[in-house]
Every structure is written in C-alpha cells, then in structure tokens.
T-cell receptor, first 114, second 113 residues
Framework: DTGVSQNPRHKITKRGQNVTFRCDPI?????LYWYRQTLGQGPEFLTY????????KSRLLSDRFSAERPKGSFSTLEIQRTEQGDSAMYLC????????????FGPGTRLTVL | AQKITQTQPGMFVQEKEAVTLDCTYD???????LFWYKQPSSGEMIFLIY??????QNATEGRYSLNFQKARKSANLVISASQLGDSAMYFC??????????FGTGTSLTVIP
C-alpha cells in the first residue's frame, strides 16, 4: 500500500472556473476526511465520509463545494465558480475503525485561483 | 463545539534539549482524544501521538510524550533530545461533535544547531 494519494498536486485556475480534486485513500480505510489549509493555519475540517455515505459537512462550507465517494473508495471534491478566497491547500485523510485512530494524510492539492 | 488553542506561534530549542509545545482544549464530552501531528516544510501531515481522555498514563512514543492534565484541559507535547529534523509545524487536534475534527493553529518549532 502506497498511502493516501491526491491528484493533481497543483492546480491553477481562473476565477469562476470549476475544479475537481481526487483522493485515493488507503484501501482498507472506510473513513475519509477532506480539509482545507491556508498559510499559517491548521487544517480546517470540510467534510467526512464513512464508506460511501457523507455523514458530516462543515457549516462553513459554501454550496459551491461538493464531495462524493461513490463506491466507498476514492473521493472527489469539486469547487464550482471558484473565487480567489478558495486558494488553499486541500488535504485528504483516511483512517479505519474508531475516531481515535490516527488519520493518514495525503500530500494535498494546492489550488491557486487567479 | 470543541476548540483547540495553541498559544505559541513559534518556539526555538537548542539541539539535544527538550521542548514543550502547549495545547489546551475545550470540550463538553466525557470521552475524547487528543492528537498531535507534525507538518514539515514539505507539507505532509505526520501523526505523532494520541492520548485518550480515560487513559491513566500519559502517552509516550519514542522521543514524544504527552503531558496530559485533564482538569486543566491541557495536552502539551514534550519532545526530548531535539534533532534538527524536528523543525516543523506542530498541530494539536481533537475529534469534535459528530464526525468533525478540529486542529489548532499550530506552533512552528525551530531547532538550533
């Protein structure tokens, strides 16, 4: 197992465009998290999946953000009509079992909105 | 809602010395856990150590230990025998209500040769 992978690693887009990121978790992990991290801050929780079910979504998350995990394996995060304030690192993490288990993080996708 | 506070934006430590990174939390849950993660300049988040609220012993993992003071709601990370490779951002985190997960703002540690 090679760990959590994310693609692309970097994305530059123009304001107003849609972008989609992909996360491939560790294969046996049923729990998957998406976070956003801006410079000088800790990761900010965005959403959580258990298998294919999206069980939690941050109240701070704009309606322009949507995430899926169609078969309980990989997940996608889409941002519609991007804004400059969406520029950040988007991190994916996976874990198994109970919430006290450590999360394994991917390398992140750095989004720059021009 | 759960909240993590890390009051030290930056810390310096001499190589081979010990350093303590502070973390306080606010929760109304009876059962909870505290995590510490390291984020080097390369960006990946690396799990370091976990403390459960009902654990009677302070957690230890190699050179990392947790000074857990439940009554004070603090879970400070102690790094012993600092190495140059310990220079990184350090984040304290805890699960929130439901399935959310909260991170602090982090502490930047610089190890001086």
């Amino acid at each position: 197992d090679t760990g959590v992978s994310q693609n692309p690693r970097h994305k530059i887009t123009k304001r107003g465009q849609n972008v989609t990121f992909r996360c491939d978790p560790i294969s046996e992990h049923n729990r998957l998290y998406w976070y956003r991290q801006t410079l000088g801050q800790g990761p900010e929780f965005l959403t959580y999946f258990q298998n294919e079910a999206q069980l939690e979504k941050s109240r701070l998350l704009s309606d322009r953000f949507s995430a899926e995990r169609p078969k309980g394996s990989f997940s996608t995060l889409e941002i519609q009509r991007t804004e400059q304030g969406d520029s950040a690192m988007y991190l994916c993490a996976s874990t198994e079992g109970f919430p006290h288990n450590e999360q394994f993080f991917g390398p992140g996708t750095r989004l720059t909105v021009l | 809602a759960q909240k993590i506070t890390q009051t030290q934006p930056g810390m310096f430590v001499q190589e081979k010395e010990a350093v303590t990174l502070d973390c306080t939390y606010d929760t109304s849950d009876q059962s909870y856990g505290l995590f510490w993660y390291k984020q080097p300049s390369s960006g990946e988040m690396i799990f370091l150590i976990y403390q459960g609220s009902y654990d009677e012993q302070n957690a230890t993992e190699g050179r990392y230990s947790l000074n857990f003071q439940k009554a004070r709601k603090s879970a400070n990370l102690v790094i012993s025998a600092s190495q140059l490779g310990d220079s990184a951002m350090y984040f304290c985190a805890t699960p929130g209500t439901g399935n959310q997960f909260y991170f602090g703002t982090g502490t930047s540690l610089t190890v001086i040769p």
